[in-house]
């Protein structure tokens, strides 16, 4: 289940345009204001943002690039009722990957989600540089080339850690996509980072004590 973080401050299209992505299966978090929007974006993994530009304290476009100076690099799609050149090359400066125009078609958002999601998830292997590599794209294993088998959370746990690279997840985002709402094992979980570890290398995924963990390739 993809996560959305929506900001968007008419309460009303806000319902709309949450309600339609619930209905298509994404979780959806949502916000009205951009200052929140950069907490809620720091303390959470998101895998596509709708950022609106109008919003109280810090606009769309400063909460981008605010986000993207941290280096989060999240997807992120700018909803907004500003038509000019200008706004969108600031737009695309302020390190947007869409943007949609106001009034829109819930269908053409939908679309364009699904587009970046997409792309995204497209194939990527991530080379650990000792034989080992992993194909993003479809979730294997490969030692010199030759497909290994993996244990179905401990593969779904390094797609989520090589998918936000440098950037902290925390256990409720770890527990949440390996287990769901069954109950999970911190204990389970210990024992899939020590073979990860093993594969990745040790010292490249880093915990931090009673919050989660971090891979780190530098």
Known sequence: MAKIMLLEDDIALQEIIS????????????????????SMIYENHFDVLLLDVMVPNMSGFEALKYIRDSGDMTPAIFITSLQSIEDLEVGFNSGCDDYIKKPFEIKELLLRIQCILKRTNSS??????????????????????????????????????????????????????????????????????????????????????????CYSNE
């Not at 309600?19 to 950069?38: I, K, P, Q, R």
């Not at 034989?131 to 959370?153: C, T, V, W």
């Open 19 to 38: 309600e339609s992505l619930v209905e298509e299966g994404y979780e959806v978090t949502c916000c009205s204001d951009g200052l929140e929007a950069t």
């Open 124 to 213: 990527c292997v991530v080379d650990f540089h000792n034989g080992y590599s992993f194909d993003m794209s479809d979730g294997i294993l490969y030692l010199n080339g030759n497909a290994q088998k993996m244990p179905l959370k401990e593969r779904e746990l390094l797609k989520l850690l090589l998918q936000h690279k440098q950037h902290f997840v925390s256990l409720n985002d770890i527990y949440e996509t390996l287990w769901g709402d069954d109950e999970p094992s911190e204990l389970s979980l210990r024992v899939y980072i020590k073979n990860l570890r093993q594969i990745v290398g040790k010292e490249r995924i880093v915990t931090y004590r009673g919050e989660g963990y």
